[in-house]
């Protein structure tokens, strides 16, 4: 199921435009959400992040529930976190997948309870594992083998009595996907999780090392294996191999241990539409085809279906949100290629959106303050930094009469956007605001620049 915008993909999905031209979301017209808190700023619809958390949690659940699993969802608050959604997600059924200390402090102060929190993180400090422990989070993911050191260490640390700490270990499969691209080949020169693959030299996998070294240590329960395989994952062909994987590898530890690892989480990475015309991962179809691979791997296996989890950040909350600037100026430019093209430039850039920049991410985007021209022409949505890469749109269709002034707004900027933002030119953040039925509300305020300069100690 997509949730369908009357504005169209990629807007949210109480976007629509009125008969003056001018955009509302969820019932909050832009101008006046513009003139109330100024721009750029993050509009955030709740009712589609609420729905496709419950899309799905519902969906995922379901399917497996077809096969006799069952299923948990963590929202993956790296794609954005505030107290406020951690709480929403938790309200729709989901669990909270943290990465740092700084995230594991977010939810908590949502009130999320520990047991439905999850801390990630290659390089995780003894500090940030203590305050989980503390937390009594429901699942440490370790990501390295120094990590089982370091998790027993910790649990010694609180003493005799100390419950054991429940633990996944995270495996690379050798599965790596993202944006259109899926290649099932060895893909593990990079930091994460432990490999699954033996080593030529012979002897264990990485990862059944890490495996029975947790269950060889009392102070650890090991609840089960991760893995995650990338982002915006439009093919979702790489997922049901990781799962088979993952499956493999849960079985031989068993026929080597007689201990069958009750979970397997298969992490995130659900793409979602940034142009129009791009087709999102569907939440139904994912759920069916995966509990169908799962399946199928246990029954060959013959080990009994896992319990499944599952990590979606940027399918929950990218296309909640959209970035509404207002253009400075406006500038002509003929290009190699003897193109008109037309630079518009807006009161951020890669400081609230740095995708463009780092990853060559294409976004759309609209002038949502009025109509406009029936003519379009070819336009660059550029910002205000001190570089020429900093470009937010690199190519979309305006109207012909854009001026400074125009309220324009940027699709699907709600994962990786905010979450990712810089100060760079001491340019403050901008805040997030969450519509909601006519109504408006501020869950993270603009920073000033006394909120910058108050860092600086002269
Ligand atoms: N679980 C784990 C272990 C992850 O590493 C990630 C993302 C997720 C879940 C959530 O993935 P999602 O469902 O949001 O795709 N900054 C990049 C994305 C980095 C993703 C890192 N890990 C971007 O802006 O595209």
Request: contains cysteine.
């Amino acid at each position: 199921m997509t949730v369908a915008s009357p504005l169209g993909s990629p807007w949210p999905a109480h976007a629509v435009r009125g008969a003056d031209g001018a955009v509302r979301v969820a019932g909050v017209d832009v101008r006046d959400l513009a003139s109330a808190q100024g721009t750029p700023a993050y509009v955030l619809d709740e009712a589609d992040f609420r729905a496709r958390a419950r899309a799905w949690r519902t969906a995922l659940a379901g399917a497996f529930a077809g096969i006799g699993a069952e299923t948990d969802v963590y929202y993956a608050g790296k794609a954005f976190l505030s107290v406020a959604v951690a709480r929403w997600a938790h309200e729709e059924g989901l669990r909270v997948d943290t990465a740092t200390g700084g995230e594991l402090a977010v939810a908590l102060r949502a009130g999320v309870p520990g047991a439905d929190i999850g801390l990630h993180g290659n390089n995780k400090s003894d500090a940030e594992i203590a305050r989980a422990l503390d937390a009594g989070v429901g699942r440490l993911i370790v990501d390295s083998l120094g990590e089982v050191d370091r998790v027993v260490a910790a649990v010694r640390a609180r003493g005799d009595g100390a419950p054991p700490a429940p633990v996944m270990v995270r495996v690379t499969t050798g599965v790596h996907a993202g944006g259109h691209e899926y290649i099932s080949t060895a893909h593990e020169d990079q930091k994460f999780g432990l490999s699954v693959a033996a080593p030529a030299t012979g002897g264990d996998s990485p990862a059944m090392t890490a495996l029975t070294a947790v269950l060889d240590h009392p102070e650890l329960r090991l609840l089960g294996i991760h893995s995650h395989i990338g982002s915006q994952i439009l093919d979702p062909a790489g997922f049901a191999v990781a799962a088979r994987s993952v499956l493999g590898l849960r079985a031989d530890l068993a026929a080597r241990t007689g201990y069958l690892v009750p979970e397997v989480d298969l992490g995130g990475g659900f793409g979602i539409a940034y142009l129009p015309g791009e087709v999102p991962l569907d939440p139904e179809r994912v759920a069916k085809d995966l509990a169908a691979a799962v399946d199928e791997a246990c029954a060959t296996l013959g080990t009994p279906v896992p319990r499944l989890s599952f990590e979606p950040g940027r399918a929950v909350v990218g296309p909640t949100t959209l970035t509404l600037y207002t253009v400075g100026t406006v500038k002509p430019v003929t290009t190699e290629d003897g193109r008109t093209r037309l630079y518009v430039a807006v009161d951020g850039g890669m400081s609230d959106n740095i995708r463009p920049a780092l990853y060559g991410a294409h976004y759309h985007a609209a002038l949502v303050g009025r109509p406009g021209a029936g003519r379009t022409v070819l336009a660059r949505v550029v910002g205000k930094h001190c570089e020429s890469g900093d470009i937010v749109v690199h190519e979309v269709q305006l109207p012909a009469d854009v001026a400074p002034g125009d309220l324009l707004a940027v699709a699907a900027t709600g994962a990786y956007g905010r979450s990712m933002a810089s100060t760079y030119n001491h340019v403050p953040r901008p805040p997030v605001v969450a519509v909601r039925d006519g109504s408006t509300r501020v869950l993270v305020r603009r920073e000033t620049e006394d909120d910058l300069l108050a860092l600086d100690l002269g």
